[in-house]
């Protein structure tokens, strides 16, 4: 990038707090951008996004990055491990995607059932799921924890204590493996929606919200939430109306106590079906998106290419 250039776009960047409006309330931890990255790196485009996520540095605070059958990549791919390397040297904090299918409970529906492909797959009882979110964790750690992997990111995780807290002893064994053999592990989980009190301790930070932008509008967090610092909490709002709903939706966030955040408006498809996490939105709504939830200047100068 040219001198001039890049002065142009950290001038874009240090617009002053009072330009940018404010949420409900105010949060000493500044808030950053939570990305769950349910694309390839193989690609060119995938690539490209990832190395969008790098540019933006620690301000980009968390990328799940999820292998392509939503569990760790293997054998080793220089693809994902380049990415782990790219986010990792840019100051962000890229994490491995591991399903955890609400452990196979039914809640009076079908279980969830685990992939088919492991020992005892395709079951949904709580022992299979268990086996599998272990060899999951593990392999994530065994073949890309030398390439910058930073930690865990616990998806389709329960959100009550059940019976006895039976359902949260079951995270919390989870939990307490993952700390004993992998020191320093950032955990975190997600029920999608506000969870009992019994959660409240087990995970780093914890995704209480996961769900459309007109949802988002009328959610309010529980009161336990209010004890604790907004770095536990991320939030996750898609089919925003355009980059006004977005920055609505991120001042919300910030009143709400919510350390991370992600808005999109949600167009993206896989296979004619909608997801929301499978691209990020465009160059003008991301930047966007990184001055509202910063509220302050945003280091856009990370040089990815030394990454590589």
Request: glycine residues 12%; neutral net charge.
């Amino acid at each position: 990038m040219r001198r001039a250039a890049r002065v142009r776009l950290l001038a874009v960047f240090l617009m002053p707090l009072a330009l940018i409006g404010g949420g409900e309330g105010a949060q000493a931890f500044p808030q950053r951008v939570g990305m769950p990255a349910y694309w390839s790196p193989a690609t060119p485009d995938g690539r490209a996004m990832f190395e969008r996520l790098g540019r933006a540095g620690p301000a980009a605070g968390i990328v799940v990055v999820n292998g392509s059958r939503s569990a760790p990549e293997l054998p080793y791919d220089p693809h994902w491990g380049q990415v782990f390397t790219l986010l990792h040297r840019a100051r962000a904090r890229p994490i491995g995607y591991v399903d955890t299918g609400y452990l196979g409970l039914t809640f009076g529906g079908p279980g969830q059932v685990t992939r088919p492909d492991g020992p005892g797959g395709g079951r949904s009882d709580v022992d299979s799921w268990t086996a599998q979110i272990t060899r999951d964790v593990d392999d994530w750690y065994r073949v890309y924890g030398a390439a910058g992997l930073q930690g865990i990111f616990l998806d389709r995780t329960t959100a009550l204590c059940g019976p006895g807290d039976a359902y949260v002893d079951r995270y919390r064994a989870v939990v307490a493996r993952i700390r004993e053999r992998y020191p320093g592990a950032y955990l975190v989980m997600n029920p999608g929606r506000t969870t009992e009190r019994c959660y409240r301790d087990l995970a780093d930070t914890l995704v209480t919200f996961e769900g459309p932008y007109q949802d988002y509008l009328d959610w309010r967090p529980s009161g336990w939430e209010g004890d604790l610092p907004a770095e536990r909490f991320w939030h996750l709002v898609y089919a925003a109306p355009g980059p006004a709903g977005m920055r609505r939706a991120v001042a919300l966030s910030k009143g709400r106590n919510v350390g991370f955040v992600h808005v999109t408006d949600g167009s993206h498809t896989v296979d004619g079906l909608g997801h929301p996490w499978i691209s990020m939105p465009g160059e003008d709504w991301w930047r966007a998106e990184l001055l509202a939830a910063a509220g302050r200047a945003v280091p856009w100068t990370v040089d990815v290419a030394s990454s590589r």
